[in-house]
């Protein structure tokens, strides 16, 4: 590598160096931002980058949005020890966190419009080089730059599952002064929403110990979202999106109106507020809006529609949203009732596979938030099918959900419930709990099993 090196001019190996900085795939504006001089037009540095490639030093890809280029890393590895020797290092990388973030404020943008999965497939294109500029934002304790390069996209912990956002979060917290009480709960509420959605109660609690305002609405929804009770989440949920509309966090308020607001008026059994609702929200996200939410919004209609008997009004909301294209990653979340619709059609064989599919996704993430929803397509499936034993056994995990729980029972699996009680072998089964995870293997099991035997 040094022979080859020692060949370049000394602005091919001031180029060079420079795009060490860069972990992942960048375009010509971003090794302009971060690598090129003060000096130097774009067209110099698309120059010299051309004779980087074509000394097979840099590689060229074409991109979902064009042209990319990217260092190998034995060869990044090599530049990034000279550029430390040339003094240039501490600058190159700040330049390199900038650049990432106003990618990220731009893709954040994308995020919360109609233009959301283009918003997505550049934030996975960005990845590697956002983890590298928070780690080096973090190291350097600029938490001013630490939460501008994660803010714009922080709701994809949630949309998307992206665990290490949390993560992310967590350091922020680190960094934050405890008297800077807007940055503090705002990040407290993403750090502890990972963990309530893997159902982790003690990871939530710690982290509130940790950083305080147990009080404030923001940081109680994820205790609320944890304790599934549909009263305390409703108006927590409530005071929580007024709280992040009035300092301008609107895409967060909006899917607090789904996961909060409107999961609770199912779970108090409020079906025609639901209804309400999610017509509004459906209608707002219509044209403007991100469409995860317009599928979120589809399905709340759809639920509503179901529980109030308007079973043809439920398949046509469920098959709308089931219909929609959405951006790579997103769980979908009605693909339990599609499973439900395919299994009171008579295609067993599907309905099993999807929700075996769903359940998967479930275990690869550990998140288990919407272990509930599975579990009722699950007990009316195999109650459906004199599968009681196994039904009663989910049913185990569902009384421990609160007011959902209570829900279900009364309403949605109701008849599968009575057989189980009027059994006291399998009433006596129901002693034996199962938790979120322990459901979710459960389930799977049992399914892949039924779609072995449908099959052969």
Known sequence: MQWSYDLLSPQQQILFERLAVFTGPFDLAGAEAVAGDTDQDLVETDQLLGDLVERSIVAVESGAFGRLFRVLETLRRFAFERLAVRGELE???????????DESARIGGL????????????????????????????TSRDVELADALVRPVVVEVDLRRQAEIGDWAEQILDLASPTDERRVVFWLLWAGHRHAQAGDHEAVEALVRQHGHADHPVVRFNEAYLAEVGKDSHEVSLAAIAWLRQHGEDHAADL????????????????????????????????????????????????????????QDAARFFTEAEAMELPSGTYRVIQTATARMAFQLGDRSRAYRTLRDNLDVLLDTDYTDVTRMVAVEFITMVGAIDRLADAARVLTYLDTTGDYGTLARENLVADVVRRIEADPHLADRESRNLDAHGALVFMRDVLQELTADVTT
Request: aromatic content about 12%.
């Open 111 to 138: 995020l919360a419009g109609p233009d959301e999965i283009e918003g997505v497939a550049r934030l996975a294109q960005l990845w590697p080089n956002l983890r590298s500029a928070v780690a080096w934002a973090c």
């Open 91 to 101: 600058a190159v990388a700040r330049r390199h966190a900038y650049w990432c973030r």
């Open 256 to 311: 607090i109106e789904v996961s909060g607001v409107a999961a609770s008026l199912m779970t108090l059994q409020r079906f025609a507020e639901l209804d309400a609702w999610a017509a509004d929200l459906a209608e707002r996200h219509w044209l403007q809006g991100p469409p995860t939410l317009r599928y979120f919004s589809l399905g709340l209609q759809g639920y509503a529609a179901q529980y109030q008997g308007r079973h």
